[in-house]
């Protein structure tokens, strides 16, 4: 995998992994305030860690939905690349060994290359919903 992959992947998996925390977090503090009755209280909590939060007892489950749906989405890209890298391996091996390489190996790396082209974007839109930035990449 390409160190623009593995950084990419390494970022998905510390935002995702702080989201679903502060999901659980959020949702203990809310909870808690809705109990006595102090909603505005929590509404300012939540706005000055993470502005645009929205007090919603539902919210974490949602956030967490989301966060297993994003690692679903992380494995296919991961797995795939795999399957490219390790083709691409096998083309090398029979290369330096002056042999043609199986049809299978070429089909498959070619295969690989191409939906690993085709899903970077898409990682990369879902990193930047986590705050992956231009400058990171």
């Given at each position: 995998m390409t160190a623009q992959g593995e950084d990419i992947?390494?970022?998905?998996?510390?935002?995702?992994?702080?989201?679903?925390?502060d999901a659980n977090?959020?949702?203990?503090?809310?909870?808690?305030?809705?109990?006595?009755g102090l909603t505005d209280l929590a509404d300012i909590l939540m706005a000055?860690?993470?502005?645009?939060?929205?007090?919603d007892?539902?919210?974490p489950a949602s956030v967490l939905r989301r966060c297993a749906a994003?690692?679903?989405a992380m494995a296919l890209y991961s797995d795939t690349v795999a399957i490219r890298d390790k083709s691409a391996a096998l083309l090398r091996d029979a290369q330096d060994r002056s042999v043609h390489p199986a049809p299978s190996a070429l089909d498959d790396w070619n295969?690989?290359?191409?939906?690993?082209?085709?899903?970077?974007?898409?990682?990369q839109l879902l990193a930047e919903g986590y705050g992956w930035t231009e400058g990171e990449r």
């Open positions: 992947l390494a970022y998905l998996d510390s935002a995702i992994t702080k989201a679903a925390g977090r959020w949702h203990d503090i809310e909870c808690d305030v809705h109990a006595i000055t860690e993470v502005p645009g939060a929205v007090c007892c539902t919210g994003d690692r679903k295969r690989a290359n191409r939906e690993a082209a085709m899903m970077l974007p898409l990682v």
